[in-house]
């Protein structure tokens, strides 16, 4: 585990702490937050198999989670060895690779389940039962007093197996608070090693997220992992104010994968911690597998990586307003909090439009290197695009077909006349 | 303005309140929340404009603009006329379509963009401009006692023309906080309208959001509009953030669309707010109608509805894992916050792979009225699709040949040689 960015040496806690330098860092450290000290348990091949068109092969199943490892998260889940018998052996097959991530299976809190779970050589087991009241009257029908007992006697049991083991309540944020606070303090007394929330059905907000993490915390000394369903747009904030309050590990999946419209998805969770904490994400983590890795589930899956996907969704690092292009031509930092670079992408400011500004243009008549092109000549030349663009936008080539005319046309003073020739883009096709 | 739904009667003041009914909202109400008192400024005419892909013609505009009106918008935003001829000519046709939802456009805090503005026949401008000392030094380079002069003549010239103003910075959550609340603190005491926050680039994160408004509604008492980009997936959360703190307006476009990976999506926000207080947005706004103005735009900026969109995404309702399905089955509500039937949708159960459960099944076969099978044969025959999942998922046809299949044997006992003929789901095609 790599340590807090902020650890201080504990012979010298007298010394003024620095301030984080990042301006979207706190000024000083919060002791309790995670933000800069958390695990990702990448739940593809357990959450993401439950994706209405998610049937995987033991062929692709071993690709993804080969994949996956490449870029570096510290577990993969694994659909639970009681669904099939494909399912059984895909746990022992994935547990036979030699991946540096350690491998888990999710299984209901039955004795059945964990010993199928342990007899596939996986390196830990996440439990979960439901305890919501919603689900106590209509899905298992359970009290509180059962749930605790077969909870210590399954955590026990894979315990003394010598595995890492997780116990996890489902939709937790409708759970009663007193059940939930005496059941994780029942197992963290037996020592299981982390325990989970769950919001199943995807209704938490941060606040709420903060607030019961933040409890939650007080109550137990194991890690704390959690996992938030998307289904009103919260996942990736969830699991940001969580690690803020105190949680350790996140569930994700790639493009977030899952039971409806998903869970908090990889590419977006690592995208909000770069922005948290840039060093840690990049020393951890190889954030330019991330495209791969979506590539290679979006085809499984025969879905489309989303227009507007984070990260790599295409017009991610596209910038298009004038006042936007002239600032990010003079320093990107100004409308970018992602590098580019740093996820193998690559930036376009898009300037043949009708929001196009004149700085934007200048650019790209130095890039052509049309020097002796002043900036009223840019500004010149604006007016005429965001004219033309009234009609169609124009292509860069459109645009630089404009610029080498006017440029020309200079040499013998005859540029503004070349300006009113055009009329339409279409006689600017390359 | 639909009054707050926890309003009480003033001459009534010592009654007790009644605690909220939803399990997803506090047992009290906090009277600085306006998560039951919000308003909409639909900005995909604006912000949407600068989305890589889109280039709306008026008609496109006038299109997308009733349906907006139609879903029941606050307010619609369009790009300034400043930007072009046909933006000019746009801001009057729209203006004059005598729709319910007020008109506004967006211009930089100049006096030149303000008068076009007027000309329009807008009912409202939402100036803007950058405060961050990012922007400050490689934007428009102006320092904070000029920005406060020009703010205090553009805003004055305004609203003595009898419009509605807003003032906003610019990526308010990398500028100095002294500059920014004093900047809000000059223009709320001339009387602007709104005072507005964004977050351009798209860093903030809810407990900043909420700690900037919070502290910025004991500073102004103007109304305050947030706008939010996704970049690191907080765009919803931050909106709702916002209004838990104060403020009043939170910025929208269809699908989110707007400079790089865009901002809070119309539909996502909506799915929020119905999660926090459904009767509130079922009064207000018609959410039948999202899909259709989705798929106009979609259409119009030549992208594909993502798969997992909130709401309307091919999945937002299709439940698959087998504990989840036999959950639904007996209560929806243990599964689902959002009823699709309000948002004109359907639920789908998944049951023909291999993480089906018995009860779903046993579900399909009361569907089918197959009455004289028990629980028994359902246990038998989820074991079969189980296996025969394994080699690829079963449609819900094939699942319905297998369920007849095997009832109609049972009627002369041969049931369970029916179901060891099926080794290979392609047996099952219709």
């Not at 059940?179 to 325990?195: C, F, M, P, T």
């Not at 009609?391 to 645009?399: A, C, F, G, Q, Y």
């Amino acid at each position: 585990m790599a340590p807090p960015r902020d650890s201080t040496d504990t012979n010298d806690a007298d010394r003024v702490r620095e301030p984080i330098v990042s301006p979207y860092m706190p000024k000083y450290p919060d002791p309790m937050s995670n933000i800069s000290n958390f695990k990702i348990i990448e739940s593809t091949l357990r959450e993401g198999e439950q994706f209405a068109n998610a049937f995987f092969s033991t062929e692709k199943k071993v690709e993804i989670a080969k994949a996956l490892d490449a870029i570096g998260v510290d577990y993969l889940e694994l659909t639970s060895p009681a669904a099939s018998e494909q399912s059984f052996n895909d746990c022992k097959t994935i547990s036979n690779l030699g991946l540096k991530a350690k491998i888990l299976t999710h299984t209901r809190c039955h004795m059945d389940d964990a010993r199928l779970a342990i007899e596939t050589g996986v390196d830990g087991v996440d439990v979960v039962i439901g305890t919501s009241s919603y689900l106590r009257e209509f899905s298992h029908g359970k009290d509180m007093d059962y749930i605790t007992t077969k909870a210590i006697e399954v955590i026990t049991y894979i315990k003394d197996q010598g595995k890492e083991v997780r116990f996890s309540t489902e939709d937790s944020f409708r759970s009663d608070l007193v059940d939930l606070l005496s059941i994780y303090k029942a197992v963290d007394k037996i020592g299981v090693h982390r325990v989970g929330i769950a919001d199943t059905v995807g209704c938490a907000n941060p606040r709420q997220v903060y607030e019961l993490v933040r409890t939650l915390r007080s109550v137990v000394n194991c890690d704390i992992e959690c996992h938030f369903h998307n289904d009103t747009g919260c996942a990736i904030a969830n699991a940001y104010a969580a690690l803020e309050a105190g949680a350790t590990h996140i569930d994700t999946s790639v493009l977030g994968i899952g039971e409806r419209n998903g869970i908090t998805p990889l590419g977006g969770l690592l995208a909000r911690m770069y922005a948290a904490d840039k060093q840690y994400v990049l020393d951890k983590y190889d954030l330019k597998q991330i495209r791969d890795v979506e590539n290679i589930v979006a085809s499984a899956v025969d879905v489309t990586v989303p227009f507007n996907n984070y990260i790599t969704g295409y017009c991610a690092f596209t910038h298009k307003a004038g006042i936007h292009a002239k600032a990010i031509l003079n320093n990107p930092s100004t409308y970018e909090i992602l590098k580019p670079e740093d996820f193998g992408m690559s930036r376009y400011v898009s300037i043949g439009h009708r929001l196009t500004g004149w700085n934007a243009v200048k650019n790209r008549i130095e890039q052509l290197q049309l020097v002796d092109l002043t900036e009223d000549d840019a500004k010149t030349i604006t007016a005429k695009i965001k004219e033309l663009a009234d009609i169609r936008p124009l292509s860069l080539e459109n645009v630089d077909v404009l610029l080498r005319q006017y440029h020309s046309a200079k040499q013998t003073s005859n540029h503004l006349n070349v300006l009113q020739q055009y009329v339409n883009p279409d006689q600017l096709a390359v």
